[in-house]
Structures are given as C-alpha cells and as structure tokens.
C-alpha cells in the first residue's frame, strides 16, 4: 500500500477524519480549489505522514492543520520545506456587500492577545484572562473600551497566533442571535463554535467591512478549517443568490434538534489584520455560554455530523476521489 492509502486509512478510522475528506472533496467540487492546488496539498501531506508517523485519526486532522499551515512537512535543516501556506487559497470571489462585519471571540484570549494589560487593568482590575461570565460588570468593562485609542496591544493581530486567520460573519445576521438574549449560548450555536462548552465568556468584535479589504479574505475551504469538527463546505439552502462568495456555519442548536437545514450564518475567513485604532473596532459582550453541545451520540456528535456530510456518498466512493487525484 502507498502512503497516501495508509494516511487514508487512518482518517477513514473516526468520523472526523471523515468529515475532513468529504469537505477537501466538495471543496474540489464546488471550484474553491482546483485539482493542481489539491494535488500540491496532497504531496505535502504524505511527506508529513512520513515525517510525523501519527497513529490516530485526531493525529492525522492535526497533522494536516500544519501541512495547512506551512508547518508541514519539515526539511531536514528544520525549516518548512514548502515555500507557501494553503491558507485562505480559494477563488476570492466578490462578497456580498454587508457594511459591518463582526468576530466573536473568548474574552480571555481578547484580554491576551489584543489589549494592553496595563491600560485595561488599571480601570478593570477584576477584567482577568478567564473571566466569569456571570459578572455583572464584565458587559460593563466591555462597553467601556469603545471609543478609546490607548487599549491596543503593540503588535497585535486580529488572527495572530498558532493559527494565522479569523472568522467573520455579517453584523446584521448575528444581531438578532445576541440583541435579545441574556447568554452566549444562541450566538456560539449559530456560529458553530462547538470547541466552546459551557461557562466561556465571548466577545463581539466589530468592524466596517472595507476595513477588511487590504488583506485576503474570502469563502473558507478544508484548509481554513485546520481541526474544527463542526465545517462544512456546502450549505443546504442552494436557492439564495445573496450569498454568493461566502460559506455557511452549521447551526449547532439545529443539528441537535435534527432539523433538515442546518445552515447558520455567512461566514468568510480573513489573513490576520494589525488590531489597532484603524480597525474602528466596536466592542459588546456576547454573553456566557451555558450549555456543551457535540455530546450526545447519534445525535449531534461527531459520528452524527460525519453522516450529515457524506450526503448518501459512500467510503469506497470518497476514497476513490481523493486517491486517484
């Protein structure tokens, strides 16, 4: 068997691994990628199985997050042996336009990553890195950092870090999941933010939509989507022509009750962008989340969700795409 059958093998082990190939097939089907792009994604990914040997489906997901990311596969002098990332490489079709785009974020990871700890602190003390969500006064440190130029981390990225992007949704989709609700639980569901369980604290950050246009940015693909379990390329609704250029969420609070149209909000990927007083960023608080979703089996887990998006499609067929490339 040739590597590309044994790194195959693995992913087809656990529903996330299956999850993973059925999006880098539609990918390929809806045009977002094209068969020299995958073909380039795919050698670099059996150059990682040979250099990372991983033995679990979740090793092999990860393992092509870095490949993704230009972190894999390594030369032998350490540095990465392929000159460009897969990230954000789809067709940058043009976007609806939406005046406000908006990202919804951990507040402990805004606090880390985004805001001057001295200039916060001095006003907020209790404003911590794992803050309670349950605190009166965290709607009101929030709100109280709008308007103000001295809060910006030196350096910042909105999208910095491990994983070099972030995600946007339009403003007025998410308004009407957060305006009337005294948790987070109805936004990170429309989101689909399964990696936030219960008692997280998030963050609406704001933006003008032009703001977002001296960096690439458009609809996401399999590689943008590094380890999250809960993507997917097509979206049910196919009928509504407004969307064009953007990808759908999967509403979590939908999945788990079984409904037949999982869509949630547009959704585009974004390179990182400088975090400072020429975003015009508006700050609110979300809300906590009080609920864990993604648990229950054959209902919204991952063995769920991997049925969702194979689509009536077979193993052998899936296999067949992917190796014959």
């Known amino acids: 068997m040739s590597v590309l059958d044994d790194l195959v093998d693995l992913l087809f082990e656990k529903p996330r691994g299956a999850i993973v190939v059925c999006n880098i097939i539609d990918c390929l089907d809806e045009a977002l990628v094209d068969t020299p792009f995958l073909r380039a994604f795919i050698g670099a990914a059996e150059a990682a199985f040979n250099q990372e040997k991983p033995k679990t489906t979740i090793n092999v997901v990860g393992m092509l997050a870095k490949v993704a990311r230009g972190e894999l596969p390594v030369s032998v002098s350490g540095a990465p042996s392929i000159a460009r990332n897969f990230l954000c490489r789809c067709s940058i079709a043009a976007a609806p336009l939406?005046?406000?785009?908006?990202?919804?974020?951990?507040?402990?990871?805004?606090?880390e990553d985004l805001v001057s700890d001295a200039r916060v602190n001095e006003r907020h003390g209790f404003f911590l890195s794992n803050p309670d969500p349950a605190d009166p006064e965290l709607r009101r440190a929030i709100e109280s950092l709008n308007g103000r130029d001295d809060i910006f981390r030196t350096d910042a990225e909105l999208g910095g870090g491990p994983v070099p992007l972030f995600w946007v949704c339009p403003t007025e989709r998410l308004s009407p999941r957060t305006a009337a609700h005294r948790t987070g639980d109805e936004a990170r569901d429309a989101l689909?933010?399964?990696?936030?369980?219960s008692?997280?604290?998030?963050?609406?950050?704001?933006?003008?939509?032009?703001?977002l246009v001296s960096v690439k940015w458009a609809r996401p693909t399999f590689a943008d989507a590094g380890i999250h379990s809960r993507f997917r390329t097509v979206n049910d609704d196919r009928t509504n022509p407004s969307i064009s250029g953007?990808?759908?969420?999967?509403?979590l609070a939908r999945f788990a009750a079984g409904a037949p149209v999982l869509d949630g909000l547009p959704e585009r990927v974004v390179e990182p962008l400088e975090f400072n007083r020429d975003l015009e960023a508006q700050f609110s608080f979300v809300g906590g989340t009080t609920l864990t979703r993604g648990l229950t089996a054959a209902k919204d887990d991952d063995e769920a969700f991997a049925q969702r998006v194979l689509r009536r499609r077979t193993v052998a067929d899936l296999r067949n795409r992917l190796t014959a490339l």
């Open 98 to 111: 939406y005046d406000t785009c908006s990202c919804v974020l951990e507040v402990g990871r805004f606090k």
């Open 192 to 197: 689909g933010m399964i990696q936030h369980g």
């Open 199 to 211: 008692g997280v604290a998030l963050i609406e950050i704001r933006s003008p939509a032009n703001k």
């Open 246 to 251: 953007w990808g759908f969420t999967v509403d």
